[in-house]
């Protein structure tokens, strides 16, 4: 599963959008300083990344939700191949006499 560093992205999200930091910050009811600590954050408070979510236009939930649905779809294919290993085993099983 990939990790998702919260605070590039919005880093990310945010140098498209051609807002300044002080105007951003004004947005959040932040400080500059503290537009720069959410930059370099691995995690975000929910309510705080709603708050960016609007601000920025972009949904920031969605690279969670879609980061889960990768994950289990990989999951789901993965105890497919198991099922299979394990009729291959016995069917070798079988063959040998075992």
């Not at 990939?2 to 807002?19: A, C, P």
């Not at 309510?47 to 939700?65: A, H, N, R, T, Y």
Request: proline share 0%; net charge negative; charged share 35%.
């Amino acid at each position: 599963m990939e990790e998702i560093h919260i605070g590039q992205r919005i880093k990310e999200v945010f140098d498209t959008k051609g807002i300044t930091v002080t105007e951003f910050a004004r947005r959040i009811n932040k400080s500059r300083e503290n537009i720069y600590s959410i930059f370099s954050r691995k995690t975000i408070d929910t309510g705080l990344l709603l708050i960016i979510s609007k601000v920025l236009d972009f949904d920031f939930f969605e690279l969670f939700s879609r980061n889960n649905y990768v994950l289990n779809e990989e999951v789901q294919k993965l105890q497919e191949e198991n099922r299979l290993l394990k009729d291959y085993n016995t069917l070798l099983r079988e063959f040998k006499g075992e």
